[in-house]
DNA sequence: TTGTAGGCGTTATCAG
DNA sequence: CTGATAACGCCTACAA
């Protein structure tokens, strides 16, 4: 009633550490070349290469591969060749709506050419962003950084070990995918204007934020072209909260139009005016930025210069995969456009007055 | 002008594979051991065990891998143990937001445990899901399924391989997650019954929806209970617009509640019955379901039970990485507690009439 | 075109 | 407690 004293390599029942747990260890090169009568490096080149073999021992060794439902060992791979068909994304905030398209955009594009994604955070701290970073770049092929809080010099850092591409954010020397706002806010204050309106208040984002300092620049200049005053606010956080506690510096500016850093902080803004008993768009006229999930839920819905996250995350991840499968390293900084949604929340002024 | 002969190993300037773009290739145990003069195996144990080492010996190698700014090699430690200190996560649609607070708990409870979070999506096919479960497998140590779409016995299938843990399912003889929708369906209709509701209308979700079936039959039970008149209505898919088509049909029942599948539909049945001239929640009371982000942007915002989805992720994950450090494997499957979010979009019937 | 041999960085086994 | 040494699965000159 003793065991059997012969058991096959999957015995041990307690350790279960290698062969899964359901025994049957996976098929190697090895099994394969030993079922196709070949040599093991044949089935390497056959397996990895296109033509490097006959077409007959290829289609031997796929055969077999076949039949032993063999999967490469992706570490096993990684350890001579160092590429593991793997991109990491760091976004600042995973519970920022503002990163749920990016993230969307560079998994399905990643997918498309078999390379799986990997996903961190940052918490918003710079020194956790580094932290993930460099911990990611030993195990990813390159690295995309979306909205990124650490130095220039940390980023360039990282993009001489390897490819790295930054979304939102214009990094010398680093191949950049970033919104033109030029456009957008154009067509936002164009049609703020059309309707009469003569000032205009930004609300604007966070001091340290790089596309806050842009978008208030292009709120000033579109401005000015269009005869509008432009006056800035700050706000306390970027949040539907900020945009909240933000309506009586905003209303204390006597604007009748106003442009936010983003849809979160237009949000708030107008709820907070709206319980206050203003009208929208009757007596003030709201502009968000982004165009977020969401932000066509509001009543009236809100009007915004929408940003093509999604198509920031596709571009940047298609950036660094062309790098990656070395289509030449020109890199340098795409630029997509940004456009007016034109919805409820901005209009005539004082159409009733 | 000829190239010098001797170069440095990292030398050969076209091809750049190995020793990354920076030349200085990553330290080894190797360097390690002769920087401390000793064996590369004591490096191992010293760095990985934690007590198989003489304090004076290991302080040493700490040093020494400080010194070298030495990082392991996850492939090199992968292919002898196999373990990669990575879980995956599929998710049925990476657009749906109720999604996203599932990504953000498992990847905030894996960060923490030092897992690294693998993303994926199967764009709602049940082949592309198991296809990219497939191909996880290989890669990650185990895998976190999110309202999956293919078999139960796939599903089964994977978990014989690697710890699985599946969401929003339930998979006998596989852990699962899954929100309790009774408590919080429960408060709703009392609630709504409490406000002189005599008929609830649920629009159901996707017809092979393991849990729209729940939230019927949970809603069922609760009117059943409060003694209110339960009917369903259909849908063609669970978006805005999905929520939007079903106005009608929602209207012609002479229900004056409502209680959707998801927060989508309600948020669309309400702008359409909005837009039709219908007062909400005078004329009729309309409950969502899940509190996805932006279900209070809305006007009014919206009643609805929350699903606690970030915990879902967060207990995924943490049930899975148990598994895997190897707290035994009692599993089963872990329930969740809904709640019912008292917002604007419910109230009394006919408050006016 | 195919086989041979050595190496990638770690861990694990077995002596000492 | 520490030192050899053999895997782990695949890739890649180099040789045949």
Same mark, same amino acid.
């Given at each position: 009633?003793?065991?059997? @004293?012969?058991?096959?390599?999957?015995?041990?029942?307690?350790?279960?550490?290698?062969?899964?747990?359901? *025994?049957?260890?996976?098929?190697?090169?090895? %099994?394969?070349?030993?079922?196709?009568?070949?040599?093991?490096?044949?089935?390497?080149?056959?397996?990895? @290469?296109?033509?490097?073999?006959?077409?007959? !021992?290829?289609?031997?060794?796929?055969?077999?591969?076949?039949?032993?439902?063999?999967?490469?060992?992706?570490?096993?791979?990684?350890?001579?060749?160092?590429?593991?068909?793997?991109?990491?994304?760091? /976004?600042?905030?995973?519970?920022?709506?503002?990163?749920?398209?990016?993230?969307?955009?560079?998994?399905?594009?990643?997918? $498309?050419?078999?390379?799986?994604?990997?996903?961190?955070?940052?918490?918003?701290?710079?020194?956790?962003?580094?932290? =993930?970073?460099? $911990?990611?770049?030993?195990?990813?092929? *390159?690295?995309?950084?979306?909205?990124?809080?650490? &130095?220039? &010099?940390?980023? $360039?850092?990282? =993009?001489?070990?390897?490819? /790295?591409?930054?979304?939102?954010?214009?990094?010398?020397?680093?191949?950049?995918?970033?919104?033109?706002?030029?456009?957008?806010?154009?067509?936002?204050?164009?049609?703020?204007? #059309?309707?009469?309106? @003569?000032?205009?208040?930004?609300?604007?984002?966070?001091?340290?934020?790089?596309?806050?300092?842009?978008?208030?620049?292009?709120?000033?200049?579109?401005?000015?072209?269009?005869?509008?005053?432009?006056?800035?606010?700050?706000?306390?956080?970027?949040?539907? %909260? *900020?945009?909240?506690? /933000?309506?009586? %510096?905003?209303?204390?500016? #006597?604007?009748?139009? /106003?442009?936010?850093?983003?849809?979160?902080?237009?949000?708030?803004?107008?709820?907070?005016?709206?319980?206050?008993?203003?009208?929208?768009?009757?007596?003030?006229?709201?502009?968000?930025? %982004?165009?977020?999930?969401?932000?066509?839920?509001?009543?009236?819905?809100?009007? !915004?210069?929408?940003?093509?996250? #999604?198509?920031?995350?596709?571009?940047?991840?298609?950036?660094?995969? &062309?790098?990656?499968?070395?289509? *030449?390293?020109?890199?340098?900084?795409?630029?997509?456009?940004?456009?007016?949604?034109?919805?409820?929340?901005?209009?005539?002024?004082?159409?009733?007055?």
């Amino acid at each position: 009633m003793t065991e059997p @004293k012969t058991q096959g390599p999957a015995a041990s029942p307690e350790t279960g550490k290698k062969p899964a747990r359901n *025994g049957k260890a996976n098929a190697t090169i090895y %099994d394969i070349a030993k079922l196709a009568g070949v040599n093991p490096s044949t089935v390497s080149r056959a397996l990895s @290469k296109p033509g490097r073999v006959s077409a007959k !021992t290829q289609k031997l060794i796929e055969d077999a591969a076949a039949q032993l439902n063999y999967q490469v060992n992706p570490f096993a791979r990684a350890l001579p060749t160092g590429r593991t068909n793997t991109f990491g994304l760091i /976004v600042a905030d995973i519970t920022n709506p503002t990163f749920f398209d990016i993230i969307r955009g560079a998994q399905i594009t990643g997918t $498309r050419r078999d390379y799986t994604l990997v996903l961190a955070e940052s918490a918003e701290s710079a020194v956790t962003e580094l932290t =993930a970073a460099r $911990r990611m770049m030993t195990t990813v092929d *390159g690295l995309i950084l979306a909205s990124p809080r650490m &130095d220039d &010099d940390d980023i $360039r850092a990282l =993009a001489r070990d390897k490819p /790295v591409v930054v979304i939102n954010r214009e990094v010398e020397d680093v191949p950049c995918v970033i919104p033109d706002v030029r456009k957008g806010i154009g067509e936002a204050v164009r049609s703020l204007a #059309g309707n009469g309106h @003569k000032k205009l208040a930004f609300v604007a984002g966070p001091a340290r934020s790089w596309m806050s300092a842009r978008r208030w620049e292009g709120a000033q200049a579109a401005c000015e072209w269009s005869h509008l005053e432009a006056v800035r606010v700050e706000s306390s956080k970027p949040t539907v %909260d *900020g945009g909240r506690q /933000v309506a009586r %510096d905003v209303l204390a500016t #006597g604007a009748t139009a /106003v442009l936010t850093y983003n849809d979160l902080l237009a949000i708030g803004l107008m709820q907070e005016l709206q319980a206050g008993g203003m009208a929208v768009p009757d007596q003030i006229s709201i502009v968000g930025f %982004d165009d977020i999930f969401g932000a066509d839920f509001t009543t009236p819905p809100l009007t !915004t210069v929408r940003s093509p996250l #999604g198509e920031c995350g596709a571009g940047a991840a298609t950036r660094l995969l &062309d790098l990656l499968q070395g289509s *030449g390293e020109p890199a340098g900084t795409l630029r997509v456009e940004t456009e007016l949604v034109l919805r409820g929340s901005s209009g005539r002024v004082f159409p009733a007055g």
